[in-house]
T-cell receptor
């Protein structure tokens, strides 16, 4: 499979629980992005990695959110103490250049 | 200020007809890129077409073409010969800046296209 993989596809969690999502980018892509998409909206940027370095973080990424890309390959996005407002689709994308984004299928999070 | 505006929440088209999805953008940069993505109900964002701000020709990719009017700051997507499988959400997005520094994509709110038989 040469696409961007995200796991899990769906996650239902109780408010207050921690969740972690995984993204496996296209293997030769050194840039990795996380976006969040709420109902009826377009995706909004959360954070960006170039190789293992997290170079940009949006103000949307509160202290409860943390993202890592330890070896410059896969990435994880963790949300601690989830709130109902965290319910959204979390999309991962990767690229080799600025104009070559490839998105994954996303992880749909529902906080109940 | 809204960077990307998609004024059509929903559009209907009959199979085999052409349809235009509107997108206007706002930027003060000279160098930027415009993208269109398709998002079916499965959730994946599928890249359709890209137009750079310095490209003189309108971009085309198969049945997709981008009507780029720089002075009007519009980048409308034209889908020719619509197919039932074209039913999906369509997002216009802009990347500002150039070079090796980071530039995020900013998306519009999308247009839902429904193709009827």
């Amino acid at each position: 499979d040469t696409g961007v993989s995200q796991d899990p596809r769906h996650k239902i969690t109780k408010r207050g629980q921690n969740v972690t999502f995984r993204c496996d980018p296209i293997s030769e892509h050194n840039r990795l992005y996380w976006y969040r998409q709420t109902l009826g909206q377009g995706p909004e940027f959360l954070t960006y990695f170039q190789n293992e370095a997290q170079l940009e973080k949006s103000r949307l990424l509160s202290d409860r959110f943390s993202a890592e890309r330890p070896k410059g390959s896969f990435s994880t996005l963790e949300i601690q103490h989830t709130e109902q407002g965290d319910s959204a689709m979390y999309l991962c994308a990767s690229s080799l250049r600025q104009d070559g984004y490839t998105f994954g299928s996303g992880t749909r999070l529902t906080v109940v | 200020a809204q960077k990307i505006t998609q004024t059509q929440p929903g559009m209907f088209v009959q199979e085999k007809e052409a349809v235009t999805l509107d997108c206007t953008y706002d930027t003060s940069d000279q160098s930027y890129g415009l993208f269109w993505y398709k998002q079916p109900s499965s959730g994946e964002m599928i890249f359709l077409i890209y137009q750079g701000s310095y490209d003189e020709q309108n971009a085309t990719e198969g049945r997709y073409s981008l009507n780029f009017q720089k002075a009007r700051k519009s980048a409308n997507l034209v889908i020719s010969a619509s197919q039932l499988g074209d039913s999906a959400m369509y997002f216009c997005a802009m990347r500002e800046g150039s070079g090796t520094g980071f530039q995020k994509l900013v998306f519009g709110t999308g247009t839902r296209l429904l193709v009827s038989p």
